[in-house]
């Protein structure tokens, strides 16, 4: 089995395994311009812990509140986030209740608000919430991870003009990327991905 087929087992989305193409898995670590890609991978392939998965999501939440998009009279996203590091320093069944609850309630916000930047915002901080809440569940909490990686960039090309939307979009995920590399060597990726390609997907 190869990456690209070790992808498609792991039921990776169509654009990510389009980039892919041929690359070999230094070259895909080193150069992939998403973050969301890169935090799925983390939790698919077991390369980083639950906690460093759920502290990622938490500093990218961090990262966009202070965007300024939402009123200032509205608490829902940062109280999300700080029930998301509630319950990370200490997951209680106390905390993760409270930290569903407060996703839930960022999430509601960001439904109904009409401001498309400040609904961003919020359905950050309620995925790093719900990623926080679900540290558990393996099968839920990479994908919710991932979410808040890619909610963080359409934020932040919100912040930016229409005309440098996108390259917002690319500049926050690089900066991403660029933290999480920085805190996990090829290394690990290799013998968790190498480890999964033995095991057969």
Known sequence: MN?????????????AREWLGEKDLREAWETCPRADWLIWALGKFAIADNRQIVEFAISFARGVLGLGFVPEDEHRPRLAVEAAECCIAEPSRENISAA??????????????ADAASA???YVAANAAYVAASATDAAAYPS???YV???????????????????????????MCATIRDAIQ???VSTCVAHTLKKGA
């Open 3 to 15: 990456l690209q087929e070790l992808l498609r087992n792991k039921r990776a989305c169509s654009g």
């Open 100 to 113: 569903y609850a407060a996703a839930d309630a960022a999430s509601a916000y960001a439904d109904d608000v």
């Open 120 to 122: 961003y915002v919020a």
């Open 144 to 146: 919710f991870a991932a």
């Open 149 to 175: 990686a890619a909610d963080a960039a359409d934020a932040a090309a919100y912040a930016a003009s229409a005309t440098d939307a996108a390259d917002a979009r690319a500049a926050k995920h690089a900066e």
């Open 186 to 188: 090829f290394r690990q």
